[in-house]
């Protein structure tokens, strides 16, 4: 007989990517803020610092954006291997500083730290049945 079992495993998460839709033009977001493409940001950002990769030195931006059902979200291991995502999906703010599932709300350093990045980011929602 053959049965599905879940086994608990330990793994290592280095980053969270972030593709986010750009709904409201420069209402939203100018055109040229750093990592923005078209209608779309993609970020990675190291998910223990805070710091978004590759970001400007000494650029500094605020980011209050709606976002609603219309991001994706990967978890990186170290090798940037995806070891969870959600797609198309609401923002997961226990993950990504916002608020009601609808927005992200950052404050970006000039090192491209986000400083109001949360001290024990809370990953679980890319693991939901």
């Not at 291997?81 to 500083?97: G, R």
Request: some cysteine.
């Amino acid at each position: 007989m053959k049965v599905k079992v879940k086994r608990e495993v330990e793994i290592e998460i280095a980053f969270v990517r972030m593709s986010v839709a750009v709904r409201y033009e420069e209402e939203d977001m100018p055109n040229d803020f750093p990592f923005r493409n078209g209608d779309i940001w993609d970020v990675t950002i190291n998910i223990e610092t805070g710091v978004i990769e590759g970001w400007p030195a000494g650029v500094q931006h605020e980011l209050h954006m709606k976002v609603c059902d219309e991001g994706s979200y990967w978890l990186l291991d170290p090798e940037r291997n995806v070891v969870a995502s959600i797609e198309d999906d609401y923002v997961p703010n226990d993950l990504i500083p916002g608020s009601y599932g609808d927005y992200i709300e950052v404050q970006i350093d000039e090192t491209g730290k986000i400083t109001n990045w949360h001290k024990e980011p809370d990953v679980s929602e890319l693991f939901e049945d």
